[in-house]
């Protein structure tokens, strides 16, 4: 080789070392630093409101429960998929103990690493499996409303309970991830964070899209779109009175409601917090100017517990009759 030669093979390969080690600097210093986040609003505010939830929640989603059953012995499939919604919901309720216990230490998880895989797989998982078994309910309600006759053999128990099989496989497949990853995290004070990193990994980011366009928006649009038909259905139905139809409207709008006021302002800020990542990685700033406003939404999800029961007052009179009877047996 040529003098010249030689020289510019050891530029490029000086070059080459130079690059590889800022890059290798640059996922490190990623993967290891942890931002300032002010944990001061989740020493209050979440431990509060997950008491109160605990406290209407746990009562109210046994009643639905036991309610639900016995919708599915009078063959009435809604009971399945409310039945899936009560057991969704108390699985959260039972996690919530620990996450109080968590926010009550400034976001440090003295638990260990299993116990934070688990309890916090079942946490966010309910936030899907609870979306998609009231997307369940608001289409079983436009088929039933829109579509009686043609659709019978479908709106079956059988039918709701493969159904329901299919939407707990797919919701634990696709939120499974966090299983097979450590999910305690330190900071600089010490704290452990358990299923949060601030500013969180690439492989979160990928899959905080997925979640906010497949797990939330998609079936919230299916619902808007399964309500429009309810509505229309109803409008053009000579044969149902006035009263009934008054509370399928109420019932498909509740659904609605439910998902995007519990939901909705964790996956905007999720979906904020996701993108700003992805276009600047490690970015510290927009995570701590953030990280508040993503808590308190983020605890707001647990609302949708005390909301859920409330749906047995829409559904219909022997449902209402049920949770009467329960209340009464109190």
């Not at 905007?268 to 510290?284: A, E, G, N, T």
């Amino acid at each position: 080789e040529t003098p010249g030669r030689k020289s510019e093979l050891r530029v490029a390969k000086h070059m080459t070392r130079t690059e590889t080690e800022q890059s290798v600097s640059h996922w490190t210093m990623c993967n290891i630093s942890f931002c300032d986040v002010d944990s001061k609003v989740d020493q209050f505010f979440q431990p509060t409101l997950y008491i109160i939830v605990i406290v209407l929640g746990l009562p109210t989603n046994c009643m639905a429960l036991w309610a639900a059953y016995m919708q599915v012995r009078q063959r009435n499939e809604l009971g399945v998929y409310l039945i899936n919604l009560s057991v969704a919901d108390l699985l959260y309720i039972a996690t919530l103990p620990l996450w109080i216990d968590y926010f009550l230490q400034r976001d440090d998880w003295i638990h260990g690493q299993e116990s934070c895989k688990l309890f916090g797989f079942i946490f966010y998982t309910n936030i899907y499996v609870s979306i998609a078994f009231l997307c369940c309910i608001s289409l079983d309600r436009y088929l039933a409303v829109a579509y009686p006759l043609r659709f019978a053999k479908v709106r079956r128990v059988k039918t709701a309970v493969l159904v329901s099989s299919i939407v707990w496989i797919i919701e634990i497949v696709a939120n499974s991830a966090p299983l097979f990853h450590d999910e305690l995290f330190q900071d600089r004070f010490n704290h452990t964070f358990c299923f949060e990193k601030y500013p969180m990994q690439d492989w979160v980011a990928g899959m905080n899209l997925y979640r906010t366009f497949l797990g939330f928006l998609a079936p919230w649009t299916a619902m808007l779109v399964a309500y429009r038909g309810i509505l229309a259905a109803v409008r053009c139905n000579v044969s149902t009175e006035q009263q009934e139809k008054a509370k399928i409207q109420r019932l498909a709008l509740s659904l609605i409601l439910i998902v995007l006021l519990c939901f909705g302002p964790y996956h905007i800020l999720l979906l904020v917090r996701s993108v700003i990542f992805l276009r600047k990685p490690c970015d510290c700033g927009s995570e701590e100017s953030l990280f508040a406003a993503y808590h308190v939404s983020l605890a707001l999800t647990s609302l949708n517990c005390v909301a859920d029961p409330i749906l047995y007052c829409f559904v219909n009179e022997g449902a209402r009759h049920d949770v009467g009877r329960a209340l009464s047996a109190l």
